[in-house]
């Protein structure tokens, strides 16, 4: 699967080091890995190995937190602009607690290696509220929009419809035969299209060059 706009690394430089995260709009994600030292002193390497993942899940999460406020929305701005609002912080910070853990690689002195998301749609429903659902299957579960896509943000309506959305360059796979529609225009934060398709629990799958 293509991504609209290659992966956009998010490189900070902080009292640790290099600190990395990654924005993956085709997957839906924002990365970021840690690792988490194993303590010498410890009498195995057993012994050394759980807190050394909890490190290393502080350190991926830290990464997370500092890279979430460059995101770009599609109103303008970053997300860094809406963080002064104290609930959309708190959002924020529930999000990077529950990252998921996408790889974990134990070493053998004890030491992890581990990988963590927070996926965009959380970030989205972070600003916007908790993702309404159709009370009925009359919506398609995906949908392809093709045309002139605007470059991704976070934040879009498609057609109206506050939803989640991926950002891809070519369909994939288990995308094929989803309806399709084109885009027409995107101003104000939408994204319009040239037919209604649709619903609040679609996934919008939008196709850029």
């Not at 790889?103 to 600003?127: F, H, N, Y």
């Amino acid at each position: 699967m293509g991504v609209a706009h290659a992966a956009a690394a998010v490189v900070l430089l902080g009292s640790m080091g290099l600190a990395r995260a990654e924005v993956d709009w085709a997957r839906g994600l924002v990365t970021a890995n840690g690792l988490g030292i194993a303590d010498r002193h410890a009498p195995t390497p057993a012994s050394a190995r759980e807190p050394a993942r909890r490190a290393a899940e502080e350190a991926a999460r830290a990464k997370l937190t500092a890279a979430l406020p460059s995101l770009p929305l599609a109103s303008g701005g970053t997300l860094q602009t809406r963080l002064a609002d104290p609930n959309v912080k708190a959002r924020i910070e529930r999000a990077v607690a529950s990252a998921i853990t996408v790889d974990s690689i134990p070493q053998t002195d004890g030491s992890w290696k581990v990988v963590l998301a927070v996926p965009i749609e959380a970030v989205r429903q972070a600003l916007a509220g908790p993702r309404a659902f159709a009370t009925s299957d009359v919506d398609p579960a995906i949908v392809i929009v093709e045309g002139n896509p605007p470059a991704p943000a976070v934040g879009y309506t498609v057609g109206g419809v506050a939803a989640a959305a991926v950002w891809v360059t070519e369909i994939p796979k288990w995308a094929k035969g989803a309806p399709r529609v084109k885009a027409t225009a995107a101003r104000s934060g939408a994204i319009e299209l040239d037919a209604k398709q649709g619903g609040p629990s679609t996934l919008f799958v939008i196709v850029g060059r």
